[in-house]
């Protein structure tokens, strides 16, 4: 089955600074790759998403990238701000394969200081 | 985006009594729903898969019988941990996709029950 590594497990920036995950996967077929964020005691919240077919995808100030090649795609947060910290899980699917389950990383813990 | 109910937020039983946690798909037909486990400061384990009117697909190490699994209707899933014990405290959340939507991947997450057994 599908496997997704995630790193770093636990990142600090300030205020400001961009921060950076990245995430590996080793199916593939997997084509579709959601980032979700998820503060203490809540629901994961998904925040950004990619598809096979795009190599990039922008909203404000989050950006996903997709190496398919390499298998491994990350997310870039610029302009961080206190609101950002939470843990943000990435996650990869084959949507092909009958009711796509999703694979989660492990999660990666972004805190921002003011 | 699609919103999904869950309760309860939280619950307290004592050790060997059953609990069933409700999630619900309140403006969308979910064909398919999941239920995830999570323990603190780590990623969501996936359960099992919900599929509506069939039996649910269990992941590996997943007991079926200690958690069951109902999807009766196209917004309403229950899962029911049965004789809990301490060891099985834990965050349960679940999650649907829109099954009116062929290609949409999308999955909308419930809030979460944490359980808690004495």
């Known amino acids: 089955g599908e496997n997704v590594e995630q790193h770093p497990s636990t990142l600090s920036v300030q205020e400001g600074d961009s921060a950076v995950i990245k995430c590996t996967y080793s199916?593939?077929?997997?084509?579709?790759f959601p980032w979700y964020k998820q503060e203490l005691g809540k629901r994961p919240q998904l925040i950004i998403d990619i598809r096979s077919n795009v190599g990039e995808k922008k909203d404000q100030r989050i950006a996903v990238t997709l190496n398919k090649t390499a298998k491994h795609f990350s997310l870039h947060i610029t302009e961080t701000q206190p609101e950002d910290s939470a843990v943000y899980f990435c996650a990869a699917s084959n949507t092909n394969s009958g009711y796509s389950t999703l694979t989660f990383g492990k999660g990666t813990m972004l805190l921002v200081s003011p | 985006g699609a919103v999904v109910s869950q309760h309860p937020s939280w619950v307290i039983c004592k050790s060997g009594t059953s609990v069933k946690i409700e999630c619900r798909s309140l403006d969308f037909q979910a064909t398919t729903m999941f239920w995830y486990r999570q323990f603190p400061k780590q990623s969501l384990m996936l359960m099992a898969t919900?599929?509506?009117?069939?039996?649910?697909?269990?992941e590996q190490g997943v007991e079926k019988d200690k958690f069951l699994i109902n999807h009766a209707s196209l917004t309403l899933s229950t899962l029911t941990v049965t004789s809990a014990h301490p060891e099985d405290s834990s965050f349960y959340i679940c999650?649907?996709?829109?099954?009116?939507?062929?290609?949409?991947?999308?999955?909308?997450f419930g809030s979460g029950t944490q359980l808690s057994v004495l």
């Open positions: 199916d593939s077929a997997s084509n579709y």
């Open positions: 919900s599929n509506e009117g069939s039996k649910a697909t269990y």
């Open positions: 999650s649907a996709r829109d099954g009116t939507v062929a290609t949409n991947e999308k999955l909308f």
